[in-house]
């Protein structure tokens, strides 16, 4: 696909719905929520932010769309989005990028470098986080952190929670992909089924099959409300 970006896209309701994920096993999770609908696009682009930055860029370059969505699979922050629950994101934070300094770490908002923070279509947001209400589907909402490195301790965790006041979730793509959708002029949501609990790391306690069921439920969902 041509990876150009040099045009904005019309935002237009005549476009299709792009969703991103990282992995193939969310793209089929969120396929088979869809039920074959041809007003979406599902690609997984690859781990981390980089990858889906450039997936989702090149998409955008070669389709036209009118909304664009991450999607997949994450940690919730014990005490607000608790495993097995749906997660909408109300900010897409990327919650790493910035520089360790002896005071602390000083994100590139405070540097001076550019925004940590990205904004996700509130309207549409709102509409999911009812849908889900509506379905009996446990949910929750509040910004979803982008990092490059998986939280494994207590004392990351709670270092990103007082970062970010009110984080729901973590994952590793979704600031990747709204910055991707920015350079296009479209909106963004971000969507994440919580598999584990953000803090140390315990494999055994993940719940995966059962996140992925999760996100086949929310995906149903879009078909209402996207």
Do not use: C
Not at 61 to 79: D, H
Not at 102 to 124: I, T
Not at 189 to 196: G, H, L, T, Y
Not at 198 to 216: H, Q, T
């Amino acid at each position: 696909m041509n990876s150009s970006t040099s045009g904005v896209h019309s935002a237009g309701q005549d476009g299709r719905v792009l969703i991103i994920t990282a992995v193939d096993a969310e793209r089929e999770a969120v396929l088979r929520g869809l039920g074959g609908s041809a007003r979406f696009e599902v690609i997984a682009a690859g781990v981390g932010p980089a990858a889906a930055a450039a997936g989702t860029a090149a998409a955008l370059a070669a389709g036209n769309y009118r909304l664009v969505v991450s999607a997949g699979i994450g940690g919730g922050f014990p005490g607000r989005a608790a495993v097995g629950s749906i997660v909408a994101a109300t900010a897409i934070v990327a919650a790493d990028l910035g520089a360790e300094t002896p005071e602390g770490f000083r994100s590139v908002d405070e540097l001076g470098f550019g925004s940590s923070r990205l904004a996700v279509d509130s309207a549409r947001t709102a509409r999911f986080a009812e849908a889900l209400a509506a379905a009996g589907l446990p949910g929750a909402s509040g910004p979803v952190l982008t990092v490059s490195t998986v939280t494994g301790s207590s004392a990351t965790a709670e270092a990103l929670a007082a970062r970010v006041p009110g984080a729901a979730a973590e994952a590793m793509e979704g600031f990747g992909v709204a910055t991707a959708a920015a350079q296009y002029g479209l909106p963004v949501m971000e969507v994440r089924a919580i598999s584990n609990a953000v803090g140390p790391r315990d494999r055994a306690a993940w719940r995966i099959p059962e996140a992925l069921k999760a996100l086949e439920a929310a995906s149903t969902l879009f078909l209402e409300v996207l």
